[in-house]
């Protein structure tokens, strides 16, 4: 072979033997490497969110019913948040490949222009996330727990026997002001007589909330509403237990906690890598305007962040799959 | 047998330049992955939205169809967002092989030893 010889390239750079054994420089097949053991660390959180699933004899709560809102709209769109982050995602992904096209023609003005992109792409999905979050931890207006079984009637006409404990939700309105008069805020004041549960805010100029309905099943299996006398009947059987959005000890979308701990770890730890790789792509992106690239005369610095980039891509689609689709 | 640990042509990293004619096609080609993706992306949700969640034979099939169009998903993304498919062959499989027959391993364990949990939990209730 007498092309290797033709060369020029450094004894360092082919890792000191003369030759590279994949063709690849050192830095870069170190990247590989880093992401196959980061990929391991994703695989095996999401093997242990199916472990503790499969384990699972309490409901698992159906991503479709708890991640349905929209930041600034009132009605339930299941799943297009999620969807619209999954696609924010992936074009910041592509940028990133198209800024790494232009790497390899030495085109700086392009490699800054896709990789800004890419960077603002990066922002936007850690914006989305934060309110996802936010979301999450205050929940879609929490319930109380039952203190005595009762059986009701619901809109699908189907008859329920509900046990002591269970969870009967109240619509976000009704239930973010329930939260608030509960935790001692004067200004909110529960009314309740026959036929009748309402809660004035006078913070808001005396603003008025029915209790028009109670949800059953909410989270486990396709919502059940319950109206007129069996509501009433729902209210006054609730506990002094309430459960309002989801921490790190409490979650009203499920009996057991897994759910929201895997929730809150996977997407944080994603997350998390999200926000590093947008560091990192900032820090290139002003190597690469001061000039450092051309120098060196090759712009794999770009691909090599780049890899990174699409990784994090790459794990969004399995966590999308498997947390919010499955 | 064929080495592919030598450096030829242009295989080495560094060596990876082309120009603006070879620069349109590989933008077109990145173009299709977009789209592609985008797709299969919007039929998951879809498929999602429209169908109910249950026992039922028709959403087992699905969250196997949702696997089957994730992993596509990735393979377009690794081999080609991330030029897997363009570098060596041994390259290649140094990545891909052990993962997967990690993973494979570590899913199937995971997922039998879950549901004889579960087994074991509702025969003691």
New interface residues.
Partial sequence: MSDETNKNMSKEALWGGGRSPFGVTYGKMMMWFFLVSDALTFGGLLVAYGFSRASSTEPWPIAEQVFRALPGLDGEYPLIYVALMTFILIISSVTMVLAVEAGHRNDRTSVLKWMGLTIIGGAFFLGSQAWEWSHFIHGGGGGFLLEHPVTVEGDDGITYQMQAGDVVYMDHHFGHLMEQHLNGNAQVVLEAGHGHVSLTDHSDHGHVVELHELTINKYVAGETHVEGFKMYELWESRSDSYTFGANLEESEYAQQQAFSDFFFFITGFHGFHVFSGVVINIIIFFMVLKGVMDKRGHYEMVEKVGLYWHFVDLVWVFVFTFFYLI | MER??????D??????????AH?KI??KK?YF??IL??LI??V??AM??MF??GDTFTWTAI?WT??A??LV??GY??M????LGD??K??RN??VA??VL??LY??YI??T???A??AI??LM?
């Fill in positions: 592919d640990d030598l450096i030829v042509n295989s080495y990293a560094l060596n990876a330049h082309h120009d603006d620069g590989l933008r990145i992955v977009t993706l985008s992306t919007a998951e949700v999602g939205v109910k969640r969250k949702f696997v169009l994730t998903k990735a993304i690794v080609s967002f991330m030029h570098e060596q041994n390259l140094a990545v052990p993962y990690f993973i570590l899913t995971a997922l030893e879950g549901f949990n579960m939990d509702n209730h």
